[in-house]
């Protein structure tokens, strides 16, 4: 067998991620949470990374022996050093900043290489300067297998998602209209973010030019992945939100997940109240993922949410009603 066909089998899809049943006070209504935190790497960016790293060798872009690179950092580096890793191929991420120890040791660990620039925006030239493959997650995000397993699991009304690249709300909307399903798709979209004003204003160069305060959600511009036409509704939520709605999630489930998850739930939460005030029933699926003990000190603490004017008592006291 060659090495093109024994990697290919190493990214096959692994076990399906749970739905967990998730209350809410809304009579005929049914909301369940896809649990991405159960991925090996414990986020959604796992599908993705799996995606890019299956396309890339599809291509022959990536052979044995070839040095991945990636501009990126968090999840999405960790997804991707996990694969490389298993692959057995070099991997260096370019990561925006100032050169920290504590934010390169997961990738460094998974036995990749990280290198920090500044500004920012520096981190993409940085990353096609260096020989190698550049994944370009955000230039070439396509289509992963989550909509086959989840539809395989479910037949949600609705599916809540956030959006980084975009190709999450694009997989779920193409394999909707592909299989003729009456499934509508929403991305909920934290501040600063371009998703929403560029879907409601039909401009699909609009940017921001502002960086989500979201870990993992939201861009300051509209990216290639995403795909309007294939979105049916997007709901802005506010920050403090979006922490809120982290927090509640800890609170039923125990899984100490990021804001981005929050995000998800406030805008299930507020289609679900939406379609009581419409008389609808159905089944509302949202997305979570990234749940890990990192989060304590972060979006769940009081100290850290007041230190970003992040009102989050509000919020709170919504959620005790829904």
């Not at 160069?205 to 959600?217: F, K, L, Q, W």
């Amino acid at each position: 067998m060659s090495w093109n066909a024994r990697a290919l089998d190493v990214l096959a899809a692994g076990e399906p991620t749970p739905l967990i049943d998730f209350p809410v006070r809304a009579p005929g209504i049914r909301l369940l949470l896809k649990d991405e935190s159960a991925q090996p790497t414990g986020s959604l960016r796992h599908r993705h990374a799996r995606a890019l790293f299956r396309q890339a060798i599809a291509d022959g872009l990536v052979t044995e022996g070839t040095t991945v690179v990636e501009a990126t950092g968090g999840n999405a580096a960790v997804a991707q050093a996990w694969f490389a890793r298993r692959l057995g191929l070099p991997y260096i991420v370019v990561m925006p900043g100032r050169h920290s120890p504590a934010r390169a040791r997961a990738v460094e660990e998974l036995g990749g290489e990280c290198r920090f620039v500044t500004p920012p925006l520096a981190i993409y030239d940085a990353a096609r300067g260096i020989e190698g493959h550049f994944l370009d997650q955000f230039g070439r995000a396509g289509e992963h297998d989550l909509a086959e397993e989840l539809f395989g699991q479910a037949r949600p009304d609705w599916v809540v998602t956030g959006a980084g690249t975009g190709a999450t709300s694009a997989t779920l909307g193409r394999w909707i209209r592909a299989h003729d399903l009456s499934c509508r798709v929403v991305v909920a979209d934290p501040e600063n973010s371009a998703y929403f004003p560029g879907w409601t204003l039909d401009t699909p160069d609009y940017a921001t030019g502002m960086p989500s305060r979201v870990e993992g959600i939201g861009r300051p511009r509209i990216e290639p992945g995403f795909r309007p036409d294939l979105v049916d509704l997007v709901v802005p939520v506010p920050d403090a939100a979006s922490v809120a709605a982290a927090r509640h999630i800890r609170e039923i489930t125990g899984l100490p997940v990021g804001a981005s998850s929050g995000t998800a739930l406030w805008a299930a939460l507020e289609l679900a109240e939406r379609m009581r005030a419409r008389g609808e029933s159905g089944t509302v699926v949202s997305l979570i993922g990234d749940a890990a003990p990192r989060h304590l000190a972060t979006c769940h603490d009081d100290t850290w949410a007041a230190e970003r004017g992040l009102d989050v008592a509000p919020y709170r006291e919504k959620l005790s009603v829904q």
